[in-house]
């Protein structure tokens, strides 16, 4: 195939679009960025392995595609499914087109997310719940701080008085996790509440995360770690971003030992994501973490209010858990989504990974 210059390679990778080429065998010969997102890989994984590999076993029509590749005839479909393996769904319209290249005959498949849209209108709503969460959540935070205190110089006394001296580990967590959590609601009360950002590894947070849930957890549930190592460091305030995803975790843990789901399993993916929209904002890289379990799912009643402040389908649940991790994702300029049905829950944080400056245009 001719090489197309570095000025439209340049043009095709900043689409929206994700294009991918298959040859007459559905062998993959080219991605964009965009279908690379798609994709979740890189061109390497890409380049030569069949489309059948990336898709559930029977979503993928192969005689209608290659139906179309011998009749030459294109087609659009609207609004379509695509099943990816390992369970993820993409809503999508797509454009199949045929070219006759020098090296034989291809087609050219054209996707367009349609959550992209949707997604949209939805973050409009779910900023809406945010700043009625973020008012809740002020009232609160001057009840969560008094009995803090009251934790953590028990903790300190009982430091004091401890024996064996191998338990002042547990003492000294209880402290730390105190303050960390003092400190959050300081900066969630404060009118000036920016998080404090530093450059650094998005999976340091995710690991002490995985270090406190063993701790925490009396259910026995296996974490799968799927890191991306080559993501680069991000902006971020890392107290925030690990309480973030603590409590996305610990409803993923509730969940699963709630319903006694057959051996159940946490997975924390990580994953850089070009060429994104978050808030009206447009990004050429985003760090992505997906944080997945195999547990009962949302409970269909409250998928929509899933962020406001107080919902819960819990007995004893406060209802907080998401919408304190709405509020910190919000002040890092990023999003969370949510996807979810029995037996897969989703949540999807984005961090960009380019805003040095734009922060502090704030
Ligand atoms: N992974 C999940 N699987 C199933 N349901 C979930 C999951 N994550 C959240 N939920 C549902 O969303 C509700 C809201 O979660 P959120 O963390 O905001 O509050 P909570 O867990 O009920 O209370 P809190 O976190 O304040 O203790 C939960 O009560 C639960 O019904
Ligand atoms: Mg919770």
């Given at each position: 195939?001719?090489?197309?210059?570095?000025?439209?390679?340049?043009?095709?990778?900043?689409?929206?679009?994700?294009?991918?080429?298959?040859?007459?065998?559905?062998?993959?010969?080219?991605?964009?960025?965009?279908?690379?997102?798609?994709?979740?890989?890189?061109?390497?994984?890409?380049?030569?392995?069949?489309?059948?590999?990336?898709?559930?076993?029977?979503?993928?029509?192969?005689?209608?595609?290659?139906?179309?590749?011998?009749?030459?005839?294109?087609?659009?479909?609207?609004?379509?499914?695509?099943?990816f393996r390992e369970n993820r769904f993409v809503q999508a319209d797509l454009t199949v087109t045929n070219l006759q290249t020098e090296d034989g005959?291809?087609?050219?498949?054209?996707?367009?997310?349609?959550?992209?849209?949707?997604?949209?209108?939805?973050?409009?709503?779910?900023?809406?719940?945010?700043?009625?969460?973020?008012?809740?959540?002020?009232?609160?935070?001057?009840?969560?701080?008094?009995?803090?205190g009251g934790i953590r110089g028990a903790a300190q006394l009982l430091e004091k008085v401890l024996e064996n001296k191998e338990h002042q580990e547990f003492t000294q967590m209880i402290i730390e996790q105190s303050d960390r959590l003092r400190n959050l609601v300081d900066r969630l009360l404060g009118p000036n509440s920016l998080p404090r950002l530093q450059w650094s590894n998005l999976h340091q947070a995710l690991e002490k995360v995985r270090t406190l849930m063993r701790v925490d957890s009396e259910t026995p549930v296996t974490m799968v770690r799927d890191y991306d190592p080559s993501i680069p460091d991000v902006h971020i305030d890392q107290d925030m971003i690990q309480q973030a995803v603590l409590n996305i975790v610990r409803n993923s843990i509730q969940a699963l030992s709630e319903a006694h789901t057959p051996s159940p399993e946490i997975r924390l993916v990580t994953r850089v994501e070009r060429q994104m929209t978050i808030q009206g904002k447009r990004h050429p890289l985003v760090a992505k973490l997906k944080i997945v379990d195999n547990g009962p799912g949302i409970p269909p009643t409250i998928r929509d209010t899933l962020f406001y402040p107080m919902v819960s389908s819990k007995q004893n649940g406060s209802g907080l858990g998401l919408s304190i991790a709405q509020t910190l994702i919000n002040h890092h300029g990023g999003r969370i989504d949510v996807d979810s049905h029995p037996g897969h829950t989703e949540f999807v944080l984005?961090?960009?990974?380019?805003?040095?400056?734009?922060?502090?245009?704030?």
């Open positions: 195939m001719q090489s197309p210059d570095s000025a439209t390679t340049t043009l095709i990778n900043n689409l929206n679009t994700a294009l991918v080429m298959v040859d007459e065998h559905l062998n993959i010969v080219y991605a964009n960025h965009a279908g690379e997102a798609l994709f979740e890989t890189g061109t390497k994984q890409l380049y030569g392995h069949s489309l059948y590999e990336f898709f559930m076993p029977g979503s993928i029509k192969g005689s209608r595609l290659k139906a179309a590749l011998r009749k030459g005839e294109d087609f659009t479909e609207n609004e379509i499914r695509l099943c005959p291809r087609l050219l498949f054209e996707l367009r997310k349609i959550d992209q849209q949707k997604r949209i209108s939805r973050e409009n709503q779910q900023n809406a719940q945010h700043y009625a969460a973020r008012e809740l959540i002020r009232g609160l935070a001057h009840e969560i701080k008094n009995p803090l984005y961090l960009p990974i380019d805003r040095k400056e734009s922060l502090n245009e704030q």
